[in-house]
Each structure stands twice: as structure tokens, then as C-alpha cells.
């Protein structure tokens, strides 16, 4: 399968403060996801990204297929972003590898 | 759109126990459903994919007459892990998707065995 890798493992941000998560996989990819799963191990989907840049809020990604990388970029973080965020990727089978995630805790 | 509901959400029960989650599609009709295991602070990892009306596929050392799974129409799948043990205590997450678009999560089911 592919492998998925995402940086830094672990990241502490004071509230208000941004930040960027990277996702580097290892193969050519057509499906690329990112999620963020809450204390309650909820997976909530924020973008389907297999290429381009998309922006929801404060949140935007962009995908670069041809490096075989994406960025999750999160602005003026608020303690409710904390938690798990996952990248998952897709090849020709189209099912899904996921990451080994970012744990992000945003204190007060 | 694109809901999909995952029940139980929590199960404790007794070593040796068969346990049953299922997994519904509640507003479109999926072609394929997911099963997903996920240990504590780590990430998912897929355990079988399963399309209407055929067995499933299982990934490697996932042992299919441990982990069941039955997908008898388009808005249900079911994931029976049989006879459970300790080790099997984990957490437990399906997908469902249309063709080749994203997949859609349910919430997840909490199984401890004691």
C-alpha cells in the first residue's frame, strides 16, 4: 500500500496562533483526504483534496500530486481545533491509507 | 447529505462474546463499505471492504472467521467479531461510499472486552 506520513507528530499552539501540517506520500495518489477526529474518536471530514488549494474558513489545504505532498493550513486556532488530524490518501484501488497523524492541542 | 450511522457506539461485554456494529448509509446507497480498527493513539488501519451482495475483501493478517462481515444491501453493512478476547478491544470504524467519491465515516464503535 501507500505510505503516509505527516508532520510534526506533535504540535502545541497557543490560542490565536497558526499553523501548517504536512502530509507527504509515496505514490501517485487520485484521492486525497483530510480529517480531524475529535476526543470522541468522531471523524470529521474537511477536504477532499486530491490537487489544487480549497479554503473553508479558517482552514484551507493545498495539494501538490506531482511532489507527492499536502498542507493543512489552520489561522487563528481556537481550543476546539485540538485533537487528531489525519491525511488519507488513495491510489488506483481507491481505498484509503491513512496517515500517521498530527495531535494538535491548542491551549488558552 | 451523506450520512452514515454506526450502532453501537459503545460495547462492553464478556470474554468469548460475539459482538454485531452495524453500519447504515441513511441518505444515498453505497457501493462499497469500509471497516477500519484503530488502537489507542494510533492510526486507522483498513480491515476489509465489502460491496453489496459479495464477500469481502480482507487486508492482509485480518483473519475473516474472526471478524465477520455481511453486506446485504446498499445502506447496511455489518461487521460481527466473533467469540471476542481482550485483544480485540479497540476501536472500530466504517465508511461508505458511491462509486469513486470520497468516503463518508460513521461515529465510530467503542469496544472493550473484559
Known amino acids: 500500500g501507500i505510505q503516509v506520513e505527516q508532520s510534526p507528530p506533535d504540535l502545541i499552539l497557543q490560542e490565536g496562533a497558526n499553523s501548517t501540517l504536512r502530509c507527504n506520500f509515496s505514490d501517485s495518489v487520485n484521492n486525497l483526504q483530510w480529517f480531524h477526529q475529535n476526543p470522541w474518536g468522531q471523524l470529521i471530514n474537511l477536504f477532499y483534496i486530491p490537487s489544487g488549494t480549497k479554503q473553508n474558513g479558517r482552514l484551507s489545504a493545498t495539494t501538490v500530486a506531482t511532489e507527492r505532498y499536502s498542507l493543512l493550513y489552520i489561522s487563528s486556532s481556537q481550543t476546539t481545533d485540538s485533537g487528531v488530524y489525519f491525511c488519507a490518501v488513495a491510489g488506483g484501488a481507491n481505498n484509503l491509507f491513512f496517515g500517521t497523524g498530527t495531535r494538535l492541542t491548542v491551549i488558552p | 447529505g451523506a450520512v452514515v450511522s454506526q450502532h453501537p457506539s459503545r460495547v462492553i461485554c464478556k470474554s468469548g462474546t460475539s459482538v454485531k456494529i452495524e453500519c447504515r448509509s441513511l441518505d444515498f446507497q453505497a457501493t462499497t463499505m469500509f471497516w477500519y480498527r484503530q488502537f489507542p493513539k494510533q492510526s486507522l488501519m483498513l480491515m476489509a471492504t465489502s460491496n453489496e451482495g459479495s464477500k469481502a475483501t480482507y487486508e492482509q493478517g485480518v483473519e475473516k472467521d474472526k471478524f465477520l462481515i455481511n453486506h446485504a444491501s446498499l445502506t447496511l453493512s455489518t461487521l460481527t467479531v466473533t467469540s471476542a478476547h481482550p485483544e480485540d478491544s479497540s476501536f472500530y470504524i466504517c465508511?461508505?461510499?458511491?462509486?469513486?467519491?470520497?468516503?463518508?465515516f460513521g461515529d465510530g464503535t467503542r469496544l472493550s472486552i473484559l
Open positions: 465508511s461508505a461510499r458511491v462509486s469513486d467519491q470520497p468516503q463518508h
